[in-house]
């Protein structure tokens, strides 16, 4: 007895992008601080900061309050410039100006 294939309907895919939802447009500081912090670790500066941001980051997740986010962004800020100015590579100019705006937007 010969078997016989079964197709099956498989379904089809459907879009996924919300119509009404406006864009994200400004960086939240949380995803900016994710960043510094990478940035820290991977070139191995500041560790007290990026202690300090870890911290920050997880008090930040329970409350919701943002200004440790703020003061750590400000003070890596300064670290990151100073490193960027050795020309240590991995700072870019677009990572020190998505701090700045992020910064200028708390003010």
Known sequence: MAKTAVKESTPTKTSTK????PKATALSIESVVETIHAKLVALELAPALQADIAWCLGSYRHDGNPVGLYEMASQALTILKAEQAKKTKGI???LISDIE??????K
């Open 101 to 106: 705006k992020t910064l200028a937007s708390f």
């Open 18 to 21: 919300s119509v009404g939802k």
């Open 92 to 94: 870019t100019a677009k």
